[in-house]
T-cell receptor, first 119, second 113 residues
């Protein structure tokens, strides 16, 4: 079984400040981890993903995340927030099918974090 | 860039009616999914579909729900007798084989009155 916890349903930052959105996961098999962004009235867009290999992954729009197995975390960061970053962010996990998981890629999502950026 | 499309964007129906939500996944993808997001709640997995059959489904996906890939392009979700609690945004997604991400459609907002 898998689960995702996103700490903080709302995060507010000033333009130019550091963005840190927290995600912790639980998985009985090695995970694949994803961050998706949802702008108002739109679908989910992939920001970045971790499957295997380098634990620090870079995504679109200057975002990056680090997979820390010992902390079961996959926090999302961006050094300098922009007004256009205001959106809802979802962390998600699926099971690595090559490591014993029987999942066909099913994603389990966190509750989401709404990011507000102030001028 | 290829994208997942969904129709309609908004569907209003009366309780007890049948609805069919339609999706066109990306053409070379092999795995197909439906998720739903009730207003203010997280995105929840409903069902995955691979090789022309359901590969996994959640507890939400009961006998009132069914999925079909009637031709080589469309992927549909049918709700036989809608309930008020079925009101939600329904997202279709598709993925190619391997450690790749799912691509999501823009969603269909279903309102049951």
């Amino acid at each position: 079984a898998q689960s995702v916890t996103q700490l903080g349903s709302h995060v507010s930052v000033s333009e130019g400040a550091l963005v840190l959105l927290r995600c912790n996961y639980s998985s009985s098999v090695p995970p694949y981890l994803f961050w998706y962004v949802q702008y108002p009235n739109q679908g989910l867009q992939l920001l970045l993903k971790y499957t295997t290999g380098a634990t620090l992954v870079k995504g679109i729009n200057g975002f990056e995340a680090e997979f820390k197995k010992s902390e079961t975390s996959f926090h999302l960061t961006k050094p300098s927030a922009h007004m256009s970053d205001a959106a809802e962010y979802f962390c998600a996990v699926s099971a690595d099918p090559t490591a014993g998981g029987t999942s066909y890629g099913k994603l389990t999502f966190g509750q989401g974090t709404i990011l507000t950026v102030h001028p | 860039e290829p994208e997942v499309t969904q129709t309609p964007s908004h569907q209003v129906t009366q309780m007890g009616q049948e609805v069919i939500l339609r999706c066109v996944p990306i053409s070379n993808h092999l795995y197909f999914y439906w998720y739903r997001q009730i207003l203010g709640q997280k995105v929840e997995f409903l069902v995955s579909f691979y090789n022309n059959e359901i590969s996994e489904k959640s507890e939400i996906f009961d006998d009132q729900f069914s999925v079909e890939r009637p031709d080589g392009s469309n992927f549909t979700l049918k709700i036989r007798s809608t309930k008020l609690e079925d009101s939600a945004m329904y997202f279709c997604a598709s993925k190619r084989a391997g450690p790749y991400e799912q691509y999501f459609g823009p969603g269909t907002r279903l309102t049951v009155t």
